[in-house]
């Protein structure tokens, strides 16, 4: 039996808000980040269309990639706002607010990851590839670039 076997919760403004706000927390600490951070991003832009969020304004990024300025948008979603990366139509259609402000902070919550997870990938549709075991990747490298070296007694290596 699963023992992770848990209640599925409903698709609310406040459980949604609730699972993103958990899965971006832990993705600021995985190993890789990058699955949870779309799952982030695509639950956010359907609440966007259903009308469960709002895109408020774009914010200058607090860790610009190259170390360039860059800006991300700022959505209210519940009691919580999040960032995601904008897109051309942000920058034409919303209004700049400047730098962010760190008075204001989203509420503490308390669920699970892995709750988290089945209920933005129950809402979104997206499943998270299984990564290729990292002893398969190891093994080939060592196939491929790393040859055994032979001699045969009695020869020198010069």
């Known amino acids: 039996m699963n023992s992770h076997k848990c209640t599925p919760l409903n698709p609310t403004i406040q459980n949604l808000s609730h699972a993103i706000f958990t899965v971006n927390r832990h993705a600021k600490t995985a190993t890789n980040p990058k699955y949870l951070y779309c799952l982030k991003k695509t639950a956010l832009q359907k609440m966007i269309q259903e009308g469960k969020a709002v895109k408020i304004g774009l914010h200058f990024s607090e860790h610009p990639k190259y170390s360039q300025q860059q800006s991300d948008v700022l959505i209210r979603c519940g009691d919580y706002t999040f960032h995601i990366p904008p897109s051309k139509e942000d920058f034409k259609n919303l209004p700049h607010l400047g730098k962010l402000d760190h008075s204001s902070r989203n509420p503490k919550c308390h669920m699970s990851l892995h ?36 001699k045969r007694l009695g020869d020198s290596f010069f």
């Not at 979104?124 to 032979?150: A, R």
């Open 115 to 150: 709750q988290a997870k089945l209920l933005l990938q129950a809402y979104t549709g997206m499943m998270e590839n299984q990564p290729k075991s990292p002893q398969k990747s190891t093994q080939q490298y060592h196939k491929k670039n790393c040859k055994p070296v032979f």
